[in-house]
């Protein structure tokens, strides 16, 4: 399957299921095969319990939810997360996602000199988070480092994917509803090029 799209927010209803609708349907129509996976409507559980933390140290067996998910990532090439900005960062529940399917022992090993063996290497992420605030206010407080630090770089890299395309659709909550559909169409036709391998990375 050349891509899993995963999308995080509560209401389906919102700009944000509107974009990995949209996103999924390119992918589709560009030939290729497409999966979704909404966690909010799946009731996936983010909190990080005692059998996390027992795999964490190596005492246990990952619990069969994130085995699933694990799973899903495995049959994919491309990985496209779909998310609100929260706080300069993503929601909890795909925070909790990651947290725990992300493990070690699965998207990175840890050597015994406490060296890192990077294993997502096939996998390529794409990240789509909208945002309220204007591109100006992101780059005047910093947001797009901290996004590449703690995001890129401290989450897709640190396993040793690629990241594909990093995209901000901005001021989602003052511009016009015929401005924001333009956006989406061009965001969702560029990422599915992407995934089809026709294109060169896309940052916003």
Known sequence: MPALVVVSHSDPDSLTHHVARSVTD???????????????????????AGGDLNLFRGNGIAPANVIAEQERIDRADHLVLVFPMYWWSMPALLKGWIDRVFVSGWAYDLTADYGIVKKLDRLTVHLVS?????????????????????????IVEYCGATVGSTTFLHETDTKTPDALSAEVADLASAIAARVAGRQQALVH
């Open 26 to 48: 390119a992918i589709r129509t560009a030939g290729d095969t497409v999966e979704t996976a909404d966690l909010a409507a799946e009731n996936f559980d983010p909190r990080f």
């Open 130 to 154: 909208l945002a309220g605030d204007d591109a100006d206010s992101f780059d005047r407080h910093g947001v797009y480092d901290a996004f590449r630090t703690q995001i890129e770089r401290g």
